[in-house]
Each structure stands twice: as C-alpha cells, then as structure tokens.
Nanobody, 116 residues
Framework: QVQLVESGGGLVQAGGSLRLSCAAS????????MGWYRQAPGKQRELVAS???????NYADSVLGRFTISRDNAKNTAFLQMNSLKPEDTAVYYC??????????WGQGTQVTVSS
C-alpha cells in the first residue's frame, strides 16, 4: 500500500527538542512536495512547514527560526526538527505528501506535548 508512517512525537519540557520523521512507501518520493501540519484540540489544522521538490523550505511565522524541515530522497523520508519548543506547540502533527492533481497523502499523526 501507499502510506506515510510518522514517528518521533512525545512529551518534552519547554525549551526542549524533538525530531519528527515521515517515511513514505510505494511512491516516487522525489516528485512530491512535503509538508508538516498540526492541529490542537478545538483548533483548525495549520501548516507548520513545507518543502518543495527542489528543497526550498517555507515556515509559519510562529515556528520560524525554531523548526527546520528537511528531506532525504534516498530514504524516502521527511523530517521536522523542532527546537526551543513552547507549550503552544502542543498538537498532533501530521505529515503530508503532495503531487498536485495526482497524490495527496497524510500520515496517521503523532502527538507532541510540551509541558510548562
């Protein structure tokens, strides 16, 4: 099956770091743009970071300078390095793989909880 498998979430104290990974299978990873979204209870899903096919990253203002999105095409995996975590970063984080008009895949979500 074509799927995305996320890992790396957990519970950390404010100021700590986590690294999320998103492993793809059954697809040509190189042809897709990748994104990380998050959703907190009672709030809409928001785009946190994205990376283009050519490797150009973009970030939400709230995470700029703290988070880094990257991809390893040889391993069909995308990453989100999260540093200087804040309690307001607490959410379920979802990986997204997009080939416009062809593929739109979502990971199962991984919980990130940042304690005060």
């Amino acid at each position: 099956q074509v799927q995305l498998v996320e890992s790396g979430g957990g519970l950390v104290q404010a100021g700590g770091s986590l690294r999320l990974s998103c492993a793809a299978s059954g697809i040509i990873f190189r042809l897709a743009s990748m994104g990380w979204y998050r959703q907190a209870p009672g709030k809409q899903r928001e785009l946190v970071a994205s990376i283009t096919i050519s490797g150009n990253p973009n970030y939400a203002d709230s995470v700029l300078g703290r988070f880094t999105i990257s991809r390893d095409n040889a391993k069909n995996t995308a990453f989100l390095q999260m540093n200087s975590l804040k309690p307001e970063d607490t959410a379920v984080y979802y990986c997204n793989l997009l080939v416009r008009g062809r593929l739109d895949l979502w990971g199962q979500g991984t919980q990130v909880t940042v304690s005060s």
